[in-house]
């Protein structure tokens, strides 16, 4: 590995998404960690996550929606300057040419959340909060919060923006298993039960709740338990299995894959043992639309 240090892993909301969905997609980002190409859709979900962020550190009166819309010129403004992030190994994500409707794109997604919510109403707790923990069990758990809003009554609402299309009815559950995982996170930190999650679609300004129990966040805890001792089995014998489905289409490893053709790279190692991971490395802010 060229002297580097090779970090304990921890598992995440996404990186247990990858497992479930492929357990050889997951080797490859989360210990090969090969670069995937930024598409469009992950580049606009990372910039107007900033705009809310930003948007949030506002005072109440100085949040309103033209406010928010000059954010986003900033931060489109930002983000094709040089450096800021539109780059990526001398490859330009989104043309230049292209860039008014960029904005146009953000501006329309940062303008649904009005029709949500009035942000000018009531200040979060925390936006973009990032969380280290683990099960009870030992499974190491980390992670990003986009919102945490307290009420003066003490009930908690953790909140997560897309940025995509909402999920069919089919494909609601796996939605909602992130924020589950989310609030296992909250609640082994902080001691406290949220009271609700909400995922907010900006596409079309629709959205899902759910008023999570104790019984649900323990068998979401059990389902973690069991999907870190597959993967740490998977990384003991260094056998990743590829699984296919219809994401395969959209998938940047298909020349590593097996059920392509492909040969993945020699398997570097598991890379850490089982530990609270007080020091992992934080994981990059998810965007884009997932």
């Known amino acids: 590995m060229g002297g580097l240090v090779r970090r304990p ?8 998404a990858d497992f479930r969905r492929c357990p050889l997609l997951y080797r490859l980002r989360a210990i090969d960690r090969i670069p995937e190409p930024r598409s469009r859709a992950q580049v606009l979900g990372t910039v107007v996550h900033d705009v809310l962020e930003t948007l949030y550190g506002l005072d109440r009166p100085d949040r309103g929606p033209a406010r928010a819309a000059d954010l986003v010129g900033d931060a489109v403004e930002a983000f094709f300057a040089p450096g800021g992030g539109n780059e990526e190994g001398g490859l330009v994500v989104v043309p230049h040419a292209d860039r008014d409707a960029f904005r146009a794109e953000a501006a ?7 029709g949500v919510e009035d942000p000018q109403r009531f200040s979060p707790a925390a936006c973009e909060q990032y969380l280290v923990t683990a099960t009870a069990a030992g499974t190491p758990l980390h992670g990003y919060l986009d919102r945490v809003d307290v009420a003066p009554t003490g009930e908690v609402r953790v909140v997560d923006y897309k940025t995509g299309k909402p999920p069919r ?14 609030a ?3 609640r082994r930190i902080h001691g406290v039960l949220p009271t609700q999650l909400k995922l907010i679609y900006l596409k079309d300004g ?7 129990d104790a019984e649900a966040l323990a068998g979401t805890e059990a389902t973690l338990d069991a999907l870190w001792a597959a993967i740490e089995s998977a990384g003991a014998s260094g056998e990743f299995a590829p699984r296919t489905s219809r994401l395969c289409d959209w998938c940047a490893h298909q020349s590593l894959c097996p ?5 993945p790279p020699e398997y570097p190692g598991w890379p850490g043992s089982r530990v609270v991971p007080v020091d992992v ?4 802010r998810p965007g884009g639309a997932g």
């Open 9 to 16: 892993l921890a598992l995440s909301a996404s990186r247990a």
């Open 184 to 186: 296992l996170m909250y």
């Open 259 to 263: 059920a392509f053709g492909g040969t």
């Open 108 to 114: 329309a997604l940062v303008a649904t959340l009005y």
């Open 281 to 284: 490395t934080p994981i990059e």
């Open 169 to 182: 009815p089919a494909y609601r559950d796996e939605a909602m298993f992130q924020m589950r995982f989310y």
């Open 206 to 212: 629709s959205w899902l709740t759910l008023s999570p």
